[in-house]
């Protein structure tokens, strides 16, 4: 296992103004390092306005209670690649020239976060070389195990699988769960243009399912969809897209019933998932039924939802009307969204007392039960 020493990677910004990277998206390098180059002015860690705490006592005056289960890292590995998602150099973003794990930390604290669960950068593990992503999977693991070693409590972990290489992820699988004891598996929303109901990604859906797995996923965009509107950024749109095209697609490949065992956090209130869920269960085929015996309604209510980036009155107003307060979960995307986007969306919701301490760590509890400790 390697012995990381921390670097100077990243700061806080807004993801609303960055083009994040993406496995497999078509915006040339240049293009992607061009829209990054203006952030460097208006990168900011978030301002005290954001770090109220629920019951309108300032976060300090009492212990963190908050889990974040969406909460990016950064190895120096992952940094120092010439192209780990297609878009050129991550040194080349200036608003990530300030990140530590200790800054993490502190940043977790103005905002009433105890715990925060770890994934990999946006833009996950690359698609294209196998190699590549095996030793960038193992890398990003290795450096999350040691944060949550460094700063016991403080943080959790989902491990990356490189999940087109089926064989090398079940591997991972074993040493990310048995080894290194993190507390899910991080994917994302698309590989290469295959979603994760695909059945070629059957085997690793099986172990996950046998070992009652969480699993994470990350929304990044489809090769299709990189450049729709020029100078209009995937981020903007087509993340919140891509994780409905994910759902669908353990939908009509009856994954959700298949691995009931796999418990499933999607990110962004659901993205369009809260509006689409009607159309999609009206006009799903009935030679499907099987794959969704109860509905597909009913399947999307199992699912989990973390509120990042999207705690605005319409987004929790829909997701609120499709899945019970049970099922949502508070995250952040910190770095690349201020801490207060959320918190402070979250606290003028006007959600009830009771509904406040589930989203903010109950319903995490009960995921991730070590955590109760």
């Known amino acids: 296992m390697r012995n990381y020493s921390y670097g100077n990677f990243g700061a806080a910004t807004n993801i609303d103004k960055l083009l994040c990277p993406s496995t497999v998206s078509n915006t040339s390098r ?141 591997r991972e699988i074993e040493y990310g769960l048995d080894t290194l004891k993190a507390d899910g598996i991080a994917l994302t929303t698309n590989y290469g243009d295959k979603w994760p109901g695909d059945p070629a990604f ?50 009509v490949n009856g994954a959700f019933t298949r691995f009931p065992n796999v418990r499933f956090i999607f990110t962004h209130s659901g993205g369009t998932i809260p509006v689409l869920a009607r159309r999609i269960a009206e006009l799903f085929p009935p030679e499907l039924a099987d794959r969704a015996p109860n509905g597909v309604e009913s399947e999307v209510k199992k699912l989990y939802f973390d509120i990042a980036n999207a705690a605005n009155p319409s987004s929790l107003a829909a997701l609120t009307k499709l899945v019970s307060t049970s099922q949502i979960l508070f995250g952040t995307d910190f770095p690349f969204v201020r801490i207060s986007t959320t918190v402070d969306g979250f606290r003028d919701f006007g959600f009830s007392a ?19 400790k």
């Open 30 to 170: 240049r293009q992607f390092v061009k829209s990054l180059s203006v952030l460097g002015a208006s990168a900011i860690l978030p301002g005290t306005a954001g770090f109220m705490a629920q019951t309108a006592s300032r976060v300090g005056s009492s212990k963190p209670t908050r889990i974040d289960v969406h909460h990016h890292l950064f190895s120096p590995t992952y940094m120092s690649l010439s192209d780990p998602a297609g878009h050129g150099n991550p040194r080349s973003v200036p608003a990530l020239a300030h990140w530590t794990p200790a800054r993490a930390v502190e940043e977790m604290d103005k905002a009433g976060i105890a715990t925060a669960v770890l994934s990999i950068a946006t833009g996950g593990i690359p698609a294209k070389q196998a190699g590549e992503s095996r030793t960038l999977a193992r890398d990003s693991n290795e450096y999350g195990a040691q944060m949550v070693r460094d700063y016991p409590g403080r943080f959790g972990l989902f491990a990356s699988l490189p999940l087109l290489d089926q064989d090398a992820s079940l």
């Open 202 to 251: 059957v085997p690793v859906f099986e172990e996950l399912n046998r070992r009652k797995a969480v699993v994470f996923v990350h929304p990044t965009t489809p090769t299709c969809c990189g450049n729709l509107i020029p100078g209009v950024p995937a981020t903007w749109a087509e993340y919140d897209f891509d994780t409905t095209r994910a759902i669908t697609s353990f939908l």
């Open 354 to 372: 009771k509904d406040v301490q589930a989203i903010n760590s109950g319903n995490a509890m009960r995921l991730f039960p070590r955590l109760k």
